[in-house]
């Protein structure tokens, strides 16, 4: 068994099973990628609250993890080689659990990079762009005179929301039949963008029928109901 004690982390997150992966996170838009991608693999893992309130992110513990100091970030006693992976940013987490499992991402070539793809979408785009929006609709932004950053990213996102609703159209997932990490990356943001963000009525979510209906059959996923809330809040 690895020996996770080395691990300047696990000193303030102590593992509960060191056999297990150790995952690090929020249940925020972000972190739920990793949680609900745990849960739909089923692997064995402990989860750690990092507590935004306390600044737990900024600890010199979880930056040994990810200097970066953002979740999700993961610790694998059981890596590639059987030696212990550290990892942090939640797309490279995705595609990492995707291989380990061998699930949610298509073995077929050309089908695996346009899974890619619709992760590096959720990375580059809705995620940045949704953030922001909720922002500058929810948290200290509301209050800025000057509205032009609110509307710069609502108008973002209407535009994000109008691809991913042609991508959609006759389609359950994003790749087609096949429920994917490009699913598991994004349900997350539209979620939080309606349901947290009360951004909905802002960006004409209800005009995206496609999204909406798409969002519905994520959400009844019981993994997804599971990993909406995970690691449990204090």
């Given at each position: 068994?690895?020996?996770l004690?080395?691990?300047?982390?696990?000193?303030?997150?102590?593992p509960?099973?060191?056999?297990?992966?150790q995952?690090?996170g929020?249940?925020?838009?972000?972190?739920v990628?990793?949680?609900?991608?745990?849960?739909?693999?089923?692997?064995?893992?402990?989860?750690h609250?990092?507590?935004?309130?306390?600044?737990?992110?900024?600890?010199?513990?979880?930056?040994?993890?990810n200097?970066?100091?953002?979740?999700?970030?993961?610790?694998?006693?059981?890596?590639?080689?059987?030696?212990p992976?550290?990892?942090?940013e939640?797309?490279a987490?995705?595609?990492?659990?995707?291989?380990?499992?061998?699930?949610?991402?298509?073995?077929?070539?050309?089908?695996?990079?346009?899974?890619?793809?619709?992760?590096?979408?959720?990375?580059g785009?809705?995620?940045?762009?949704?953030?922001?929006?909720g922002?500058?609709?929810?948290?200290?932004?509301?209050?800025?005179?000057?509205?032009?950053?609110?509307?710069?990213?609502?108008?973002?996102?209407?535009?994000?929301?109008?691809?991913?609703?042609?991508?959609?159209?006759?389609?359950?997932?994003?790749?087609?039949?096949?429920?994917?990490?490009?699913?598991?990356s994004m349900?997350?943001?539209?979620?939080g963008?309606?349901?947290?963000?009360?951004?909905?009525?802002?960006?004409?979510?209800?005009?995206?029928?496609?999204?909406?209906?798409?969002?519905?059959?994520?959400?009844?996923?019981p993994?997804?109901?599971?990993?909406?809330?995970?690691?449990?809040?204090?």
């Amino acid at each position: 068994m690895a020996d996770l004690s080395t691990y300047a982390i696990t000193r303030r997150w102590a593992p509960q099973h060191a056999d297990r992966l150790q995952y690090y996170g929020l249940p925020t838009p972000n972190g739920v990628k990793v949680s609900i991608m745990l849960e739909e693999t089923g692997l064995s893992y402990d989860a750690h609250l990092i507590d935004f309130a306390i600044n737990d992110q900024k600890s010199p513990e979880f930056l040994s993890l990810n200097p970066n100091g953002k979740i999700p970030a993961i610790l694998d006693p059981d890596g590639p080689d059987g030696a212990p992976l550290a990892l942090f940013e939640s797309g490279a987490i995705l595609l990492y659990l995707a291989e380990k499992t061998g699930r949610f991402l298509p073995a077929d070539a050309a089908r695996r990079w346009q899974t890619v793809q619709w992760v590096m979408f959720q990375m580059g785009g809705v995620g940045p762009m949704f953030g922001q929006l909720g922002f500058f609709h929810k948290f200290a932004g509301k209050e800025w005179e000057d509205k032009r950053p609110l509307q710069r990213y609502a108008d973002e996102t209407k535009r994000l929301l109008g691809v991913m609703d042609t991508a959609l159209d006759g389609r359950a997932w994003f790749m087609g039949d096949d429920y994917s990490i490009a699913d598991i990356s994004m349900l997350g943001w539209v979620n939080g963008l309606v349901n947290f963000y009360e951004a909905g009525a802002l960006v004409g979510f209800d005009q995206h029928r496609n999204v909406a209906a798409w969002l519905e059959r994520g959400l009844a996923r019981p993994a997804v109901q599971r990993g909406l809330k995970i690691p449990a809040r204090g």
